[in-house]
Structures are given as structure tokens and as C-alpha cells.
């Protein structure tokens, strides 16, 4: 008799900014509850990231949240701050027997059955779409906080990656505790 597997995606938010946390998102969801146009979180619309955000916590099974900010991230460095914030949703969540698609090229240390790192899997991979999709609005929800603790750096409108205006209000005003210190053009002040 054929194991049966629990499915979980896996995938990330936030590697490239200038501020605020790296968020990871464990999702268990069948394929059926998922929207047709469901793709990368990156390729996806605003409007349809938070649609698509409230269909799938609604009917995912279980979803999980890794959370993992700047002072962590200066201090591990991004890419173990990104697995760690992985792991950290995974263990978020409570199945056994799990087979775990995984965004990308390396995997967190999970204790699954099974796991897989595939490259680009949040455009190949409808499960890891939909934890991209998890990762990515609670990420902007956090921005969307921060930016009313420190207005001044508009996190609002560009979510703490590196645009030209970001850049400017950093030099203009200097860093705030959201920004990595470890990254430039910030560890360059």
C-alpha cells in the first residue's frame, strides 16, 4: 500500500529589502481551492495577491508563518535568515507524513518524510504559488504597520526594497531599527 502524503508549499518574502522582516509562509491546501490564475506572488497584482490571500486562508487546512527581522538577518545573514524563517513556518504548522515543495534552490532543516527545493517552483508549483502568495501579503501587512511607526521613509508605497526614493529618505533622515544594517548601500553610511 502506497504511503499517503500530506502536501505543503513553502516560499518566502522579502529577501531583497533594504528594511522590515523576511517572512516565510507553510501552506497545506488542496489544488482544487486554488485560484486558476494563482502564480508567483511577484507576477500577480496588488488587488489580486490579497484576493487571492483571503481564498487561501480560508480554505487551506493549515498555514504557517516564519517571521525573522533585521537585527536576525545582520546577524545570520540573509540566506540562513530566509531558510530559518522557513523552518520557522513549517514548524507552524502540525501534519505528518509530509511531502514539502520548497521555492528555490536550497531547503531549510525540516523534519518532513520528504522535501524538495525547486527552482522557481512559486511559478511552477500551485502550493508553492499559494505560500508565496501567504509570505508576501502578511510581509506587506508588517510594512504597512511599520510605515505608521516612521512615516518619514514611506514604507507604504515601496515596502522597504531598495527604489530610488527609499535610498533618499535614507540619506535624508538616516536608518530607523526596521532597516538591515548589513545590506547596501546602508552599511556603506
Not at 511552477?124 to 518619514?152: G, N, W
Request: with cysteine; net charge positive; glycine share 6%.
Amino acid at each position: 500500500m502506497e504511503k499517503k502524503y500530506t502536501i505543503v508549499g513553502i516560499d518566502e518574502a522579502g529577501r531583497g529589502p533594504l528594511a522590515g522582516p523576511v517572512v516565510a509562509a507553510s501552506v497545506v491546501i488542496e489544488e482544487k481551492y486554488l485560484p486558476k490564475e494563482i502564480n508567483d506572488s511577484k507576477k500577480v497584482s496588488e488587488k489580486n495577491r490579497n484576493l487571492f490571500y483571503e481564498i487561501i486562508i480560508k480554505e487551506a487546512s493549515q498555514y504557517g508563518i516564519g517571521i525573522v527581522y533585521p537585527r536576525e538577518i545582520d546577524e545570520i545573514n540573509i540566506h540562513n535568515a530566509t531558510l530559518e524563517a522557513m523552518k520557522k513556518s513549517y514548524n507552524n504548522i502540525n501534519f505528518k507524513n509530509c511531502r514539502v515543495y520548497i521555492d528555490g534552490i536550497f531547503k531549510p532543516n525540516i523534519n518532513s518524510e520528504e522535501s524538495f527545493a525547486i527552482k522557481h517552483g512559486d511559478r511552477l508549483i500551485p502550493i508553492i504559488s499559494a505560500a508565496s502568495i501567504i509570505a508576501k501579503v502578511t510581509r506587506d501587512k508588517i510594512m504597512l504597520e511599520i510605515d505608521k511607526e516612521f512615516p518619514e521613509y514611506n514604507f507604504k508605497k515601496h515596502k522597504g526594497y531598495p527604489t530610488k526614493q527609499h535610498v533618499e529618505m535614507i540619506n535624508k533622515h538616516g536608518i530607523c531599527k526596521h532597516h538591515r544594517k548589513s545590506f547596501k548601500p546602508i552599511k556603506l553610511l
